[in-house]
């Protein structure tokens, strides 16, 4: 992919939370050769990792990219309103409660992948890279 440049010291594992965000973010931001952009695996991360770029005088995104995934209801009020991937929720609620509703009627059930669309909420919290 053009542009794409990663490091496993860019990667961090942490549970889904802010606090977490934030601490994961302070990690990668310490590295000498930092990341430009930030994809996180949730919204809650994403919003941690925001503060946790602010907290060190950083402009998101001016300095630093940030993405989450999920698009909670607060990520289009957040400043800067945050890019995610948005997620089918009615969709994947639907669809688990059908697989439910087999099991418990003892059912057969077909295994197989439920691919469900999502689609990318572009907003204020990534730019391209400073040269």
């Given at each position: ?19 977490s965000g ?110």
């Open positions: 992919m053009r542009g794409w440049n990663t490091t496993r010291r860019w990667s961090s594992r942490a549970i889904s939370s802010i606090v934030i601490a994961a973010t302070n990690q990668l931001l310490a590295l000498p050769d930092r990341p430009t952009a930030v994809f996180a695996s949730n919204d809650e991360m994403a919003i941690g990792t925001v503060r946790a770029a602010r907290d060190q005088r950083l402009s998101v995104p001016g300095d630093l990219s940030v993405m989450g995934f999920d698009d909670i209801r607060f990520a289009a009020f957040m400043d800067p309103p945050l890019t995610t991937v948005s997620q089918p929720g009615g969709e994947i609620g639907r669809t688990a409660m059908e697989i439910l509703l087999k099991i418990i009627g003892d059912e057969p059930i077909e295994r197989r992948r439920h691919l469900l669309p999502t689609h990318l909420e572009l907003r204020g919290s990534t730019a391209a890279p400073k040269s």
